[in-house]
Every structure is written in structure tokens, then in C-alpha cells.
């Protein structure tokens, strides 16, 4: 038999690589509705699936531990006694898994008191003398003794289970200096850490080759152990059972007695609808084609029919169309299909009946009178398709609803990013979707008037799962914030493109200037923006401290250069050049971004995205205009370039003050600083004068940089360690500082811990109007994954809260500009603060509108202090 023309046999360690797939994958973006995490089972498919398209085995069998005992521990307690106890994230993971894998047709074998290695290394044994190609593919070393020129093993990366080396004898030799069978040896000598085998002191894998190279064998070297000389001579003699013991536990057997061999073992046809059905229960939407593509079932059919019957929809006319529309008396899902800003098909839908037509100038005069009425719309992912209607000159009316935002309110953490994947959790349906892989798809995808349709129902599932509270938020807060944003985002910013170009001009000049100093220094040229580089520069041509290590070397990063300027008595000059290099070059990649980003009418139009954050604060993206620096008078230059655009006089900025640390005096009750806001006092001066026992006169700017890191430390779980390293100050300080703090503001400690404990007693956080932040990790047995949850059960209600308050106001404020006929806008949103260009003779009405309705966006214990600036550009009009 040819190689070629031999059957391919491949073994796979079920729990060693769905354990490395656990830990490769964060357990956070891989939970379901269920709150069963899923990410071991995703990360172990996803490899196998590469591995099955890849390898196309005829033969195959996934190997699993039965539990930690074994004949292993039966004759040595301690083996594997130092592995930490599962994560509870991890269980109930193994038993899907393995229900996966039946519904793929692929056999699962354990056996009691048998660990999962030796059944991979019977069959591999079995199968090469069987005539089989063997791959084992195992993330455990002791697999390493089982290559030969008929077992190649496939072995994790660093980089986890997505790549595998492949090791045949002659890579084995290459990588430890020993042919494969002597692994073990090895092994045997340097200890296991892994499997709680100690080896003998101060002998690492170098000396351990050395030896069996000399000596050709373990029990030769044993036998000869007196001729080994020095302290790791000594070392041996006295640990030569223990080398004897490792050996004997670290061979795998080859004859353990299994119900099946090789032969028994040849692939099969998956079942289709178990694997369907399982991955649904799993969530898992794109590993499905993917595990059908791979296994050749690429014709079954992928579409569930939906459990009420999808009616026709019927092309319908304008006039028809809109009448249609104005009879019906109940909600009505609607559709609009876009090509960019352009409208090109429209759909809508009751649960009983589906109309669409062609967009054009007659369908859009028809429909402008209830497209613009009250009449109740429910829509998915509503804000493309209401700027598309604006661009269109029609302002939708009426919105009830929209999906998209609706669940992820509901799911913040792990928001559905599409109406398929909301019809999917909601309906336990499929929404039709052509390949979009294939030209001429051979399913179609959902009409605009089934999409509608689906919306429409998907809505009333969510309805039915969404707390009372959450509605609220969606209905009183989201959906107005909405129909501002869009009005923001097609009214854009104006910005200088000359402003941008010169200011990126001086910055280029800078950096090549800071780059040919820091060439002089040196001694040589080099990439000031390539790590490896830095790496050789640092620390071998200039002999600077080590900094912390990593996998690629030592850290090159600006928190680690900063350290090493802080430690340093007389800072090298080059780490300033290296910090000014880099400041520049951020400045210049940000002007970039947003230069590419300027219209032909010269407005920038940044996409506001409301369901990019798990607390509710907005982001910005194409461009992102929340990562503009501020913190110096340079990097606020950029600012300079947003101005104020033609037909409008001015441009006012109004930002909240210290919102976060008033909603903390709100919720904690804290008379202290409920005391300092009410009076006007200094926030931080006024606290530092409890905490340092001064009059406030006497607090320094020291002092006041203290506390005021202090207090914003806590809204974000701030640890004495982690306060340390912000002020630079020793821990034990930072930790005094800790307590004098919470002796003079006891409330605001009281309320952090009960914060804390509430959230898992109910499972989430809750804003002040209700929006809600689940936390399952709260009760983790993982401590990192539980302290992680914690540290951010904190801040929750507190940035939630700001983030809804800076909502109310926008859209308040939207709303009132327009009933009040004035052409003065809001333009940006960025943080805690709004931009709005004024419309000439306009500026004291604008102003009243927007202190009062900052001001007066929550009733809290403490006032909402407004601070408003005015200028020609965005960066002259700060206060």
C-alpha cells in the first residue's frame, strides 16, 4: 500500500485540548441565554473542525478523562495533586461537548481509572501496526513518546488551540535534542511540574540530554549515577527513585483493553438535525456551515421553518401600499432595505399579512403621511433607516420599538448583533438568509416584508422576556436618544482640513527630529515604532533595567517606560525622546483618521453606537471621535480644527461637572459629600481637608492630587495597590490613605460593599432609572473572574447612571431646540460632553435650553453643575 492510498487514523485528547480552548477563549463573550458558557466547546470544535478540512482523516475517535483518578494515583497520591480545581466556568462544558461530537458522528471513549493518553497511545500503537497514517493531536508532552515514522503528533502553540505543530521524529529531535522515545527519560529526570512530578534539583532538559546522549539510556545512567560528579551528581544519587517513579508514571500504556479498534473507527455521515439542534441550544450560528462544509454535508438544508407559518407578501403598489398602512390599527413591522443613505425597497407587516414595493418618488409621497405619523413602527436596528428616510426628507414618527436595542438591554454584555441572531434566541427560529459566499445563492434571503414580519414577532418575545425596568429605560430613554442621533449624525461637524494637514505637518517634522536624536544618542538607526527593535535598543545597547517580561521579550509599552523613568534616579535621555516620539506619532495617526473621514461638504459624520458599551455610555466609530486627546494643550490643538460651519455663528460646549462623583454623594448618602456640592466647596479640596485634618485653606495640590485620585479610584474598585501605583506612592501609604478616607466617608464605603452584595443576591446592577448590567461572574469560584465582576459591579450604577443622564439631556434638549423653531443643533456627544452649533440671534435661547435641561436631567441630592463655553472652534469654545 502507498502512502498516499493509506487510511489516515486521528486520536484527539478531548479534555486536554477542550481545557487549552477554555483558557484561549474568554469565558465572558460565550455564554447563552442560559447563562451556559459555552467557549471550551467553541474553541474545541473550531479546532476540529480546522483539523477535519485540513487533515481528512478516515478515521477518528476524541479520547476523555473519566475523572482525576487513576492507576496513576493509586500507586502516587500526589500526581496531579497541585492542578487547581476546575473552573466552575468549565463545567458542564465536557458532557455538551461530548453530545456535540454524537450528533457529528464521531465516537467518544473513556474507561475508568484509564487516563485519556494511554487510550490515544493504544489506539496509535494499534493503528500504525494496523497500517494506518496516525495523527495524535494532544496538548500533553507525554504524548511526545508516541511519534514514530508512522505517528505524528499535533501539538498546541503558545497561541492556543487555533495553531498545532506537528512533530514527526525528526522535529522532536530537532526541538529536545532526543529521539521521541526518550522524551519520557527526559521528563523523568526534569521533574513535571503539571502532573505535581518533582525531578532532581537543579537538572534542567539541557543536562538531561547531556546525560543520555552520554550514557544512551535512563537505566544506564542510573546504573552509572556515581560517575555523574558535583552537586547535580549528589542530586541524582539522592533522587534516583524519584527519577524511577516519574519514568514508571509517565509511560503510556499500549494495551488498554477498548470496545473498538482502528478499523471500527471510519468516519461517518453526521447527523444533520442533531448537530442543527444542538448548536442551537449551544447558540452557535457560524460554526453550523462550517461544521457542514467540513464533513461534506454542505447540501442539507440549513433553514428550520418558523413555528407559525410565514405568510406571502404581496408586491404591492404606492397607493396600495399606503392605504393599507393607514387601516391597520396595531403595530406594524417595518423594513427599509438601503443602498448606502438611498432607500431602494420597502416592507411591512402585521402578523397576518406582508406587503412591499419599490422605493421611488411616488411609493415615498405616499408613504411620508404615516411614515411621519404616530402610527406605531416596530424596527430592527431603526438608526440607519431613519437617517436614510431624513436624507430622504421624511422624519419617522411613531417609533415603538426597536429589536436590536432591545435586546441588548436584556444582554449588554453579549448583545445579538443582528435580527438572525435575535430570531434564533427569541423565536428558536431561523431567519431566511442567503450564502453570502455564493453569487447565485441557492437559498433566499428574508424579503424586506418578511423581515418585517419577523421583527414584529421577535418584539413581542423580547416584550414578554424584558423586566418592567428595562422597558422603561428602552421606552423613556434609548428609543428618544435614537431619533436625536441620527439628526446629529446627518448634520455632522464641520472640520478644517487645513487645520489637520498643518498641525500634521509640524508633528511629522517633530517626530523625524526626535527620531535623528534618539539615532544620535544610540549610535545607530532603527524603527522607533517596531517593539523588537526598542527591545535591542533598550536593553542591549543602552543597558536599561529590565522591565516586566512578556512573551515576546521585555515590555515595551508606555506604562513600563514610564516605571522605568519613575525608578530612575538619572532617567536615561532617550526614554524622553521615545515618549515625545510616540505622543507625536498618536496625534498624527489620530489627524489622519479623521482627515479621511471629512465629507465633500467638509463635515465629518461619526456613527454614534448605542449598543457598544455594557454600562450605556455611547461610542463613536468611522470616525471615532471619543479618543480625541485632551490632557494636553497640544493634543487639544486637534480641537482647534472642529469649527463652526457656514450659516451659523458660534459653537457652545456644555459638559457636566464631576457628574460621576455626584451620582456617588446621590446613591451613597454620604452627608460629606452631599455637604461639599450643596455649598460650592472644591471637591476634592474640601475632601482632602477631612482626610489630611487641614482647613481647606492648607490642602495642597499634593494633597488634592491624592484625593482626588482617591475618589475616583473607588467608583472604579481602586485597590490599595492599584492607588500605589497611580501616585507613585508606597503601598502601606496608599493604604492609610484608604482608611483615613473611609473614616471621614463612611457612607460612601457602606454603600460600595452592600452595592456590591445586592448585585449578587439579584444578579446585576440597576442604574437610577432602572437599566440593569447582569454579573454572573459575581458568584464565580474563580477568584479572578469573581474580583474582575466586582471591581465592576462597582462602577456600574454609577457610569449607567451618568451615561443615562447624559441621554436625557440630549434628547431633551433635541427635542426643545426643535418644538422652540430654532435652527441651533446638537452636534457631538463626546463623554460628559455636548458640542451645539448656534444658529445666529440664537445664542441666549440655545443656552437657557441646555443648562436647564443639563441641569434638570435627574433629581438628585446634590445639583447637576453645567459649565458652558463658547468659540468660533470646538477647542476655543472649552471652559
Not at 485632551?630 to 493634543?635: A, D, F, K, P
Amino acid at each position: 500500500m502507498t502512502d498516499s492510498a493509506k487510511p489516515t487514523l486521528m486520536v484527539v485528547d478531548g479534555h486536554s485540548l477542550a481545557y487549552r480552548a477554555f483558557f484561549a477563549l474568554p469565558v465572558e463573550n460565550f455564554t447563552t441565554r442560559d447563562d451556559q458558557h459555552t467557549n471550551a466547546i467553541y474553541g474545541f470544535l473550531s479546532m476540529l473542525v480546522n483539523l477535519i478540512k485540513a487533515e481528512k482523516p478516515t478515521h477518528m475517535a476524541i479520547a476523555f478523562d473519566t475523572s482525576r483518578h487513576s492507576f496513576r494515583t493509586d500507586e502516587y497520591p500526589e500526581y496531579k495533586g497541585t492542578r487547581s480545581e476546575t473552573p466552575q466556568e468549565f463545567r458542564g462544558q465536557i458532557p455538551l461537548l461530548q453530545e456535540c461530537l454524537a450528533a457529528m458522528s464521531i465516537p467518544v471513549l473513556t474507561k475508568e481509572g484509564i487516563e485519556a493518553d494511554d487510550i490515544l497511545a493504544t489506539l496509535s500503537s494499534q493503528g500504525a501496526a494496523q497500517g494506518f497514517d496516525v495523527l495524535v493531536v494532544s496538548g500533553d508532552r507525554d504524548s511526545i513518546q508516541l511519534v514514530n515514522d508512522e505517528v505524528t503528533l499535533l501539538y498546541p502553540s503558545v497561541q492556543g488551540v487555533s495553531q498545532l505543530k506537528r512533530y514527526d521524529p525528526a522535529a522532536v529531535q530537532e526541538r529536545y535534542g532526543v529521539q521521541p522515545a526518550q522524551y519520557p527519560d527526559v521528563a523523568a529526570l526534569v521533574g513535571e511540574t503539571s502532573d505535581n512530578l518533582p525531578g532532581v534539583p537543579k537538572v534542567g532538559e539541557k543536562t538531561a540530554v547531556k546525560w543520555l546522549t552520554q550514557f544512551g539510556t535512563l537505566d544506564e545512567l542510573l546504573e552509572r549515577a556515581d560517575e555523574i560528579k558535583g552537586v547535580v551528581g549528589g542530586n541524582l544519587r539522592e533522587h534516583i527513585e524519584d527519577v524511577r517513579r516519574n519514568r514508571r508514571l509517565n509511560r503510556l500504556l499500549t494495551d488498554v483493553e477498548l470496545p473498538v479498534g482502528p478499523a471500527d473507527l471510519a468516519v461517518a455521515p453526521i447527523d444533520a438535525q442533531a448537530v442543527r439542534d444542538i448548536f442551537a441550544r449551544l447558540e452557535f450560528r457560524t460554526l453550523l456551515p462550517r461544521v457542514f462544509d467540513a464533513v461534506g454535508a454542505g447540501d442539507e438544508p440549513v433553514h428550520d421553518e418558523p413555528a407559525v407559518a410565514l405568510p406571502d407578501a404581496v408586491e404591492s403598489a404606492a397607493s396600495e401600499l399606503a392605504a393599507w398602512l393607514a387601516a391597520q390599527a396595531g403595530e406594524v413591522g417595518l423594513t427599509l432595505v438601503r443602498n448606502g443613505n438611498a432607500i431602494t425597497r420597502v416592507g411591512a407587516a402585521t402578523v397576518a399579512e406582508l406587503r412591499e414595493g419599490d422605493w421611488n418618488d411616488e411609493m415615498a409621497a405616499a408613504l411620508r403621511p404615516w411614515l411621519e405619523s404616530d402610527a406605531a413602527k416596530v424596527l430592527n436596528d431603526a438608526k440607519p433607516q431613519v437617517k436614510a428616510l431624513l436624507h430622504a426628507g421624511i422624519r419617522l414618527g411613531g417609533l415603538a420599538y426597536d429589536t436590536l436595542l432591545a435586546g441588548w438591554l436584556i444582554r449588554p454584555s453579549f448583545p445579538d448583533k443582528t435580527l438572525a441572531h435575535l430570531v434564533t434566541r427569541y423565536l428558536d427560529e431561523k431567519l431566511p438568509e442567503a450564502d453570502p459566499t455564493q453569487l447565485v445563492p441557492e437559498h433566499d434571503g428574508a424579503t424586506p416584508a418578511q423581515e418585517s414580519w419577523f421583527t414584529l414577532r421577535t418584539a413581542a418575545a423580547i416584550r414578554d422576556a424584558m423586566p418592567e425596568p428595562v422597558a422603561g429605560v428602552l421606552v423613556d430613554i434609548e428609543l428618544p436618544t435614537l431619533a436625536a442621533l441620527a439628526d446629529m449624525e446627518v448634520a455632522g461637524v464641520a472640520v478644517s482640513h487645513e487645520v489637520l494637514t498643518g498641525f500634521s505637518g509640524e508633528l511629522l517634522a517633530r517626530a523625524d527630529a526626535l527620531a535623528a536624536a534618539s539615532f544620535q544618542l544610540v549610535g545607530r538607526e532603527f524603527n522607533m515604532g517596531s517593539p523588537k527593535q526598542l527591545q535591542e535598543v533598550l536593553f542591549e545597547d543602552l543597558q536599561l533595567p529590565k522591565t516586566r517580561k512578556t512573551k515576546t521579550g521585555y515590555s515595551t509599552d508606555a506604562a513600563s517606560l514610564a516605571d522605568l523613568q519613575e525608578k530612575s534616579a538619572d532617567p536615561h535621555p532617550f526614554l524622553e525622546l521615545l515618549s515625545q516620539h510616540r505622543e507625536a506619532t498618536k496625534l498624527r495617526q489620530i489627524i489622519e483618521s479623521l482627515d479621511v473621514a471629512i465629507g465633500a461638504e467638509g463635515r465629518i459624520h461619526t456613527t454614534y453606537v448605542q449598543t457598544g458599551s455594557q454600562t450605556g455610555r455611547l461610542s463613536s466609530t468611522d470616525p471615532n471621535l471619543q479618543n480625541i486627546p485632551v490632557r494636553t494643550e497640544e493634543s487639544r490643538r486637534i480641537r482647534s480644527a472642529f469649527q463652526v460651519g457656514e450659516g451659523y455663528e458660534t459653537l457652545l460646549t456644555a459638559d457636566y461637572s464631576q457628574i460621576e462623583m455626584r451620582i456617588m454623594a446621590h446613591l451613597s448618602g454620604d452627608e460629606g459629600l452631599i455637604e461639599a456640592f450643596n455649598t460650592g466647596e472644591d471637591l476634592h479640596r474640601f475632601v482632602g481637608s477631612r482626610v489630611f485634618g487641614v482647613e481647606p485653606s492648607e490642602v495642597t495640590a499634593h494633597m488634592r492630587t491624592k484625593v482626588k485620585a482617591m475618589s475616583y479610584g473607588l467608583v472604579y474598585g481602586l485597590s490599595a495597590f492599584g492607588l500605589s501605583k497611580q501616585l507613585r506612592i508606597e503601598q502601606s501609604e496608599a493604604k492609610q490613605l484608604m482608611v483615613e478616607y473611609f473614616a471621614r466617608f463612611g457612607a460612601v464605603r457602606d454603600y460600595l460593599r452592600a452595592s456590591v452584595l445586592q448585585a449578587k443576591e439579584d444578579g446585576y446592577t440597576e442604574t437610577i432609572f432602572g437599566r440593569r448590567r447582569p454579573f454572573p461572574d459575581l458568584t464565580s469560584p474563580n477568584r479572578v473572574l469573581r474580583e474582575n465582576a466586582e471591581r465592576a459591579a462597582l462602577n456600574a450604577p454609577i457610569q449607567g447612571s451618568a451615561a443615562d443622564i447624559m441621554k436625557i439631556a440630549l434628547f431633551r434638549i433635541h427635542s426643545d431646540l426643535r418644538e422652540a423653531g430654532l435652527r441651533s443643533r446638537v452636534l457631538l456627544q463626546i463623554h460628559d460632553e455636548l458640542v451645539v452649533e448656534i444658529a445666529p440671534g440664537e445664542w441666549d435661547a440655545t443656552e437657557r435650553i441646555v443648562r436647564d435641561r443639563m441641569s434638570g436631567a435627574a433629581d438628585l441630592t446634590v445639583p447637576l453643575d453645567v459649565q458652558v463655553g463658547r468659540g468660533r472652534d470646538w477647542n476655543e469654545a472649552a471652559h
